[in-house]
């Protein structure tokens, strides 16, 4: 959490704040909570993750489910949904994950 909170220029208790409120995803490896830092742009959260997030957990999907998702390779995008947040496909990743609800 220390390095997330340094990258994103906020205390560790507001990057809490943005996990609990569902803008950031975190998982808890071996005893310690991590957030993928390609979730990461710059000094900000990727612009569509916390709306990503929303639709994946109103779907049914828990964290860990979730993270499964985002970092899933997909041959129709370039890579993962989580990369290709970063880039012109975001909307197509929400509709997906809206689309995962019906």
């Not at 979730?39 to 709306?51: C, E, M, Q, R, S």
């Not at 993270?67 to 880039?87: C, H, N, S, V, Y």
């Amino acid at each position: 959490m220390p390095d997330v909170a340094e990258r994103l220029n906020l205390s560790i208790v507001k990057v809490h704040q943005l996990i609990k409120d569902g803008s950031l995803l975190s998982v808890r490896r071996d005893g310690v909570l991590r957030v993928p830092g390609e979730l990461i742009a710059n000094d900000t959260v990727l612009k569509h993750l916390p709306g990503v997030l929303t639709l994946l957990h109103d779907a049914g999907y828990n964290d860990e489910e979730a993270l499964r998702w985002l970092f899933t390779e997909d041959d129709t995008l370039p890579g993962t949904p989580a990369a290709a947040l970063g880039g012109d496909l975001a909307r197509e990743v929400k509709r997906r994950a809206q689309a995962l609800a019906f």
